[in-house]
């Protein structure tokens, strides 16, 4: 007798493959019905950070932008990547401090507008050292 | 075949992490102090301009820092590691190959480009990297990393901070204009022997004869002085080599004479070395503890170690802690005042499938109880569990007075800003 080589399948070697981690044991009683369906849970940071290097987290204290929705105690998602434009909320340097307001448009020039009514606009001028730190993409406010 | 190689450096780099986030440091002089406010370890260019020198004893310039206004702070390596790895990650996406060299370096390896292709690649490298993360950054291109690493400090001249160095009349020109001793990997001793024949500047270095450079130099001479040449020989070092040890340590505010005080300095060395074993994945198979008095200071001079294995490798803080505290009764010397102590875990390896059968169940619930120290931790910040070993008012804590926030990592001292 004699033995013939039918077909030679390559081995390949690649990367491995992770698979999910089955919940239910096989053994006892039935399997889950989910198994089948098991996915990533959700991870918030992927919803709401576009550019993770780029993220900080800062704490509000003031109540001079609460008609954007922004309270004292608040925490802001600030995204430094995002190139800053008029009608974007925005953190900025102003006299050395960090300060949220709206990036605004106003006779022509560029302007830090308040969202309570009261305050008026701080027209961004060379004297005043202003820097836009970041732009505001989220907002964490808490009700419980 | 091979590109060009980018040396990307933090200007002040710690000084730069603090200014980040409290603007008002910006445009006046500021210094960071080592550990424990020993000395100067990064300066502003303000601080610079003042005479400061790098290394100076904060007990000995203290008054000159008052009397300037200059801003001090204690390091915040929470912080500072936080920044780095930010940076890192917007290096990344200009390559995949970036070699990390230190908390404050980078190399990059880059497609070959004309010299001035190269030049604006560096440029935007250094405004993403300014805009993303806050960080300035200078930028040096080379056809090898020693030429790489002599742009950069050459940028420190250039106003935008960013040099290319690709052009060989650029390079022989540059190098015309080195010190021998500027060139990166020639020490003292070697620029001192090289001077002494004659040898000052880089692109004479660049034209000896490679037997007189194995010679006198060794290889490692040689390796530079290709590398001038434009033949690359170090490679990048893209992997980190896999971690063989772990240390914690940190020198005490004051002289510690009391065992007990001494238990609550290795207890906490041994849980937070335990804490970053789990974050690794890791688990050690033995533990040494280690003491010293220094060698200033009054009274006798003493350095101790003890080398403590455990019956299988772990990484529950309990066990580690319970390791140190042996070691420690047995390197303990009550007539000695001692400045500083700390653990160095051994024999990593990764944890889960090192227990045998007999240990698992032990082994679960060793995990389940980590799991929920490390995330009440990470929630609350610190060590909110600890153990009590640890201590609590831990009078013979390191003197950091001047800490900023730990704007990035902690919930707690996240940066305030005015609505």
């Given at each position: 007798m004699?033995t013939?080589?039918?077909?030679v399948v390559?081995?390949?070697?690649g990367?491995p493959?992770?698979?999910?981690?089955?919940l239910?044991?096989v053994?006892?009683?039935?399997p889950?019905?989910?198994?089948?369906?098991?996915?990533e849970a959700?991870?918030?940071?992927?919803?709401l950070?576009?550019?993770?290097a780029a993220t900080?987290?800062?704490r509000?204290?003031?109540?001079?932008?609460?008609?954007a929705?922004?309270?004292?105690g608040?925490?802001?998602?600030?995204?430094?990547?995002?190139?800053?434009?008029?009608g974007y909320?925005?953190?900025?340097?102003?006299?050395?401090?960090?300060?949220v307001?709206?990036l605004k448009l106003?006779?022509?020039?560029?302007?830090?507008m308040?969202?309570?009514?009261?305050?008026?606009p701080?027209p961004i001028?060379e004297?005043?050292e202003?820097?836009?730190?970041?732009?505001?993409?989220c907002?964490?406010?808490p009700?419980? | 075949?091979?590109?060009?190689?980018?040396?990307?450096?933090?200007?002040s780099f710690?000084?730069?992490?603090?200014?980040?986030?409290?603007?008002?440091?910006r445009?006046?002089?500021?210094v960071?102090?080592?550990?424990?406010d020993?000395?100067v370890?990064?300066?502003?260019?303000?601080?610079k301009a003042l005479g400061i020198?790098?290394g100076?004893p904060?007990?000995q310039?203290?008054?000159?820092l008052?009397?300037?206004g200059?801003?001090v702070?204690?390091?915040n390596?929470?912080?500072?590691?936080?920044?780095?790895?930010?940076?890192?990650?917007?290096?990344?996406?200009f390559?995949?190959?970036?070699e990390?060299?230190?908390?404050?370096?980078?190399?990059?390896?880059l497609p070959?480009a004309?010299?001035?292709e190269?030049?604006?690649?560096?440029?935007?490298?250094?405004?993403?990297v300014?805009?993303?993360?806050?960080?300035?950054?200078?930028v040096?291109?080379g056809p090898t990393?020693?030429?790489a690493?002599?742009a950069?400090?050459?940028?420190k001249?250039?106003?935008?901070?960013?040099?290319?160095?690709?052009?060989p009349?650029?390079?022989?020109a540059?190098l015309e204009?080195?010190?021998v001793?500027?060139v990166?990997g020639?020490g003292?001793r070697h620029?001192a022997?090289?001077?002494?024949?004659?040898?000052r500047t880089?692109?004479?270095?660049?034209?000896?004869?490679?037997?007189?450079?194995?010679?006198?130099?060794?290889?490692?001479?040689?390796r530079t002085?290709?590398?001038?040449?434009?033949?690359?020989?170090?490679?990048?070092?893209l992997?980190?080599?896999?971690?063989?040890?772990?240390v914690?340590?940190?020198?005490?505010?004051?002289?510690?004479?009391d065992?007990?005080?001494?238990?609550?300095?290795v207890?906490m060395?041994?849980?937070?070395?335990?804490?970053?074993?789990?974050?690794?994945?890791?688990?050690?198979?033995?533990?040494v503890?280690?003491?010293?008095?220094?060698?200033?200071?009054?009274?006798?001079?003493?350095?101790?170690?003890?080398?403590v294995?455990?019956p299988l490798?772990s990484?529950?803080?309990r066990?580690?802690a319970?390791a140190?505290w042996d070691g420690l009764?047995?390197?303990y010397?009550?007539d000695?005042?001692?400045r500083?102590?700390g653990?160095?875990?051994l024999d990593l390896?990764?944890?889960g499938?090192?227990?045998?059968?007999?240990?698992?169940?032990?082994?679960?619930r060793s995990?389940?109880?980590?799991?929920?120290v490390?995330?009440?931790?990470?929630?609350?910040?610190?060590?909110?569990?600890?153990?009590?070993?640890?201590g609590f008012?831990?009078?013979?804590e390191?003197?950091?007075?001047?800490?900023s926030?730990?704007?990035?990592t902690?919930?707690a001292?996240?940066p305030v800003?005015r609505?």
């Amino acid at each position: 007798m004699s033995t013939r080589v039918v077909e030679v399948v390559p081995v390949r070697i690649g990367e491995p493959l992770r698979l999910p981690l089955l919940l239910s044991r096989v053994p006892a009683g039935f399997p889950s019905p989910a198994d089948d369906y098991i996915e990533e849970a959700l991870d918030l940071n992927e919803l709401l950070i576009r550019h993770p290097a780029a993220t900080f987290f800062m704490r509000v204290e003031g109540d001079s932008m609460v008609g954007a929705g922004i309270h004292s105690g608040d925490l802001l998602i600030v995204d430094r990547a995002i190139e800053p434009r008029p009608g974007y909320v925005v953190v900025a340097a102003v006299c050395g401090e960090l300060t949220v307001k709206r990036l605004k448009l106003h006779e022509g020039r560029l302007c830090l507008m308040p969202e309570d009514g009261s305050h008026e606009p701080l027209p961004i001028r060379e004297e005043l050292e202003v820097v836009i730190w970041g732009v505001v993409t989220c907002v964490i406010h808490p009700l419980v | 075949m091979p590109g060009a190689i980018a040396l990307v450096d933090c200007a002040s780099f710690y000084v730069s992490c603090e200014r980040v986030f409290a603007p008002s440091l910006r445009g006046v002089p500021v210094v960071v102090l080592s550990n424990n406010d020993g000395c100067v370890i990064a300066r502003s260019e303000e601080a610079k301009a003042l005479g400061i020198a790098m290394g100076a004893p904060y007990f000995q310039i203290r008054e000159k820092l008052e009397r300037e206004g200059v801003r001090v702070f204690s390091s915040n390596y929470a912080l500072y590691g936080d920044m780095s790895r930010r940076v890192m990650a917007v290096l990344r996406s200009f390559s995949p190959h970036v070699e990390v060299y230190s908390i404050d370096e980078a190399f990059l390896e880059l497609p070959r480009a004309s010299e001035e292709e190269l030049r604006s690649e560096a440029l935007r490298i250094r405004e993403r990297v300014g805009r993303w993360t806050g960080i300035p950054v200078r930028v040096g291109v080379g056809p090898t990393k020693t030429l790489a690493k002599l742009a950069s400090e050459r940028a420190k001249a250039v106003p935008e901070q960013v040099l290319a160095l690709m052009r060989p009349e650029h390079i022989e020109a540059v190098l015309e204009e080195t010190p021998v001793e500027e060139v990166w990997g020639i020490g003292r001793r070697h620029a001192a022997r090289l001077e002494a024949l004659g040898v000052r500047t880089a692109r004479q270095l660049r034209d000896l004869p490679d037997r007189w450079v194995r010679r006198h130099l060794s290889v490692t001479g040689l390796r530079t002085v290709w590398e001038l040449r434009g033949i690359s020989c170090l490679p990048l070092e893209l992997a980190a080599p896999p971690r063989r040890t772990l240390v914690r340590s940190r020198s005490f505010g004051r002289a510690v004479t009391d065992l007990m005080e001494l238990r609550e300095a290795v207890t906490m060395h041994a849980s937070r070395a335990a804490e970053k074993l789990r974050a690794l994945g890791l688990a050690a198979g033995a533990l040494v503890v280690f003491v010293s008095t220094g060698a200033y200071g009054q009274g006798p001079h003493y350095s101790g170690s003890q080398l403590v294995g455990l019956p299988l490798p772990s990484n529950d803080m309990r066990m580690l802690a319970r390791a140190a505290w042996d070691g420690l009764r047995r390197v303990y010397r009550a007539d000695c005042a001692y400045r500083k102590a700390g653990v160095l875990l051994l024999d990593l390896v990764p944890a889960g499938g090192v227990q045998g059968d007999l240990f698992a169940a032990l082994d679960e619930r060793s995990r389940s109880l980590m799991r929920a120290v490390d995330a009440l931790n990470r929630r609350w910040g610190g060590e909110t569990i600890r153990l009590a070993s640890a201590g609590f008012a831990r009078p013979w804590e390191m003197r950091q007075q001047r800490r900023s926030p730990r704007y990035t990592t902690s919930w707690a001292e996240l940066p305030v800003v005015r609505a």
